[in-house]
């Protein structure tokens, strides 16, 4: 009997992490559009509870540099 190899680590882990970005893209694009739905962060990640924990992360990360920014102007 032949053995499989187990399957690459990382995988899951890489996908949820592109899926967290795809989503993050998209709560983006909302604040842009300025709908009533753009101010609604904690909402958007009710409507994506799999993704919630990544989706915090990411905005938390994308505001320290925000604030880094601006204190470059």
Known sequence: M???PP???G???ADASRQVEALFDEWLALQE???PESSD???FCARHPE???GLR????AFDRFGAQVDRLD
């Open 2 to 4: 032949t053995q499989r």
């Open 7 to 9: 399957p690459p680590a």
């Open 11 to 13: 995988d899951g882990a």
């Open 33 to 35: 559009s300025g709908g």
């Open 41 to 43: 962060f904690e909402g």
């Open 51 to 53: 993704s919630a924990a």
């Open 57 to 60: 992360r990411l905005r938390a």
